[in-house]
Nanobody, 120 residues
Framework: QVQLVESGGGLVQAGGSLRLSCAASGRIANINDADWYRQPPGKTRELVARITRGDSRNYADSVKGRFTISRDNAKKSVYLQMNSLKPEDTAVYYC??????????????WGQGTQVTVSS
């Protein structure tokens, strides 16, 4: 069974940094496009960053210049480097990825989420 597992969340002071990881496991040929979402307390889930298979990247306006999404295809992993964190970045962060199997079929999967808390 394909699984995505996030890690790297935690509690950090405003201005600090965290790096989130999303590791895929199972019978996986490739990760195609991959996203990081977040859901702040009491709010809806929102797209934070996206990286395509060809390494094209885009970001929500709220995180541009502070967050960087990246990938390691050999490790079947996606990362989110978060710098200059603000209290409003506090949320549960989720990885979402399109997984290509060996029959070239694409399916999307979600991780369980990792908590990021930024204190002032």
């Amino acid at each position: 069974q394909v699984q995505l597992v996030e890690s790297g969340g935690g509690l950090v002071q405003a201005g600090g940094s965290l790096r989130l990881s999303c590791a895929a496991s199972g019978r996986i040929a490739n990760i195609n496009d991959a996203d990081w979402y977040r859901q702040p307390p009491g709010k809806t889930r929102e797209l934070v960053a996206r990286i395509t298979r060809g390494d094209s990247r885009n970001y929500a306006d709220s995180v541009k210049g502070r967050f960087t999404i990246s990938r390691d295809n050999a490790k079947k992993s996606v990362y989110l480097q978060m710098n200059s964190l603000k209290p409003e970045d506090t949320a549960v962060y989720y990885c979402n990825a399109e997984i290509e199997d060996y029959d070239l079929r694409l399916r999307s999967y979600w991780g369980q989420g990792t908590q990021v808390t930024v204190s002032s």
